[in-house]
T-cell receptor, first 113, second 108 residues
Framework: DGGITQSPKYLFRKEGQNVTLSCEQN?????MYWYRQDPGQGLRLIYY???????QKGDIAEGYSVSREKKESFPLTVTSAQKNPTAFYLC????????????FGSGTQLSVL | GQSLEQPSEVTAVEGAIVQINCTYQ??????LSWYQQHDGGAPTFLSY????GLEETGRFSSFLSRSDSYGYLLLQELQMKDSASYFC?????????FGTGTRLLVSP
C-alpha cells in the first residue's frame, strides 16, 4: 500500500543532542513538508521541499535542518539549538497534479529527557 | 504576507448543523482545503474548493468566496465522532500553511 511512513513514533532527546526524524513516502510525490504541532495548537510549517535537492524554510525553521537527497525521503533533524523541541511532528506530501490534497504520516512525538 | 483566522472552538449537539469559518490572506492563492484531526492522530483531508461556491461531500460541505477571501466548512447531522479539530489550509504553489484550527465538541 502506498503511503507516508514516519519513524520512530516516540523519540526522546537529551540536552545538547541532535535527533533525526525519518519520513519516507512511496507515493511518488514531488513535494514534502514538515510541521510541528504543540498541544491544542495548529500546525506550523518548519521546512518544505518541492523537488529533490531543494528545500525552503517555513515559518519556524530555526533549530531544525532537513535534506532531500531522494524523492522518497525527507528527514528532519532537530538540533541542540532548538531549545523547546517537545512537540508532535508531522510529515506530509503532495503531488503537483493533485496539489489540493496533502497526505500525512502518523507523526512522531518528541520529548526532552 | 499571509494571515489566517478560524474560531478556536465550536460546540453543538448531535444531529445539529455547524459552520466553521475561515478568513485568509495568502499570496499566490489558488484554492482552500479543509482537514480533520482527531486527538493524537494525523490530519485527514476533507474537502477542497478551487472555485467559488459550494462543494458537497456527504454530510460535509465547503464554501469559498475568493472576492471575500473567505470560506467555511459546514457539517450536517452531527455525530459524536465528529468531535475533532478542523483546519483550513489556503493553497499556494509553494508554502502550505494551516490555520490554528477549530475544536468542535459534539455533545449528546
Amino acid at each position: 500500500d502506498g503511503g507516508i511512513t514516519q519513524s520512530p513514533k516516540y523519540l526522546f532527546r537529551k540536552e545538547g543532542q541532535n535527533v533525526t526524524l525519518s519520513c519516507e513516502q512511496n507515493l511518488n510525490h514531488d513535494a514534502m513538508y514538515w510541521y510541528r504541532q504543540d498541544p491544542g495548537q495548529g500546525l506550523r510549517l518548519i521546512y518544505y521541499s518541492q523537488i529533490v535537492n531543494d528545500f525552503q524554510k517555513g515559518d519556524i525553521a530555526e533549530g531544525y535542518s532537513v535534506s532531500r537527497e531522494k524523492k522518497e525521503s525527507f528527514p528532519l533533524t532537530v538540533t541542540s539549538a532548538q531549545k523547546n523541541p517537545t512537540a508532535f511532528y508531522l510529515c506530509a506530501s503532495r503531488t503537483r497534479r493533485g496539489r489540493e490534497k496533502l497526505f500525512f504520516g502518523s507523526g512522531t512525538q518528541l520529548s526532552v529527557l | 504576507g499571509q494571515s489566517l483566522e478560524q474560531p478556536s472552538e465550536v460546540t453543538a449537539v448531535e444531529g445539529a448543523i455547524v459552520q466553521i469559518n475561515c478568513t485568509y490572506q495568502t499570496s499566490g492563492f489558488y484554492g482552500l482545503s479543509w482537514y480533520q484531526q482527531h486527538d493524537g492522530g494525523a490530519p485527514t483531508f476533507l474537502s477542497y474548493n478551487g472555485l467559488d461556491g459550494l462543494e458537497e461531500t456527504g454530510r460535509f460541505s465547503s464554501f469559498l468566496s475568493r472576492s471575500d477571501s473567505y470560506g467555511y466548512l459546514l457539517l450536517q447531522e452531527l455525530q459524536m465522532k465528529d468531535s475533532a479539530s478542523y483546519f483550513c489550509a489556503p493553497l499556494s504553489f509553494q508554502k502550505l500553511v494551516f490555520g490554528t484550527g477549530t475544536r468542535l465538541l459534539v455533545s449528546p
